[in-house]
């Protein structure tokens, strides 16, 4: 089993980033993908997650209408679009794979390598 993810970087205050996790070793269908993030100085936190199958979402109330989580079943990847970006949105982000969709980081089992995302004029 492998996440990993990629995308993050340096990107003005209004700017776009689009995070990927590509997963291996999965079939994704029974799974549900989230990603979550750590801010300097911050506890880890949910920003989105997704259940494979059904494609259902959700989302944390500070990125919702700015994220979008979607997914390519073809790549097994789950991509996290990034808009309206703020500097509070600064942080490392993770993506992760368990058996449910959750906003609840200890039900994920499995941790993809972080990605950077500064948002910073």
Known sequence: VQLQASGGGLVQPGGSLRLSCVVSGFTMQY????????????EREFVSSMWWSTGSTDYADSVKGRFTISRDNAKNTVYLQMNSLKPEDTAV?????????????????????????????
Request: hydrophobic share 25%.
């Open 93 to 121: 982000y993770y993506c992760a794979v368990g058996p449910v969709r959750t906003r609840y980081a200890r039900n994920y089992n499995y941790w993809g390598q972080e990605t950077q995302v500064t948002v910073s004029s």
């Open 31 to 42: 799974y549900g993908m989230g990603w979550f993030r750590r801010a300097p100085g911050k």
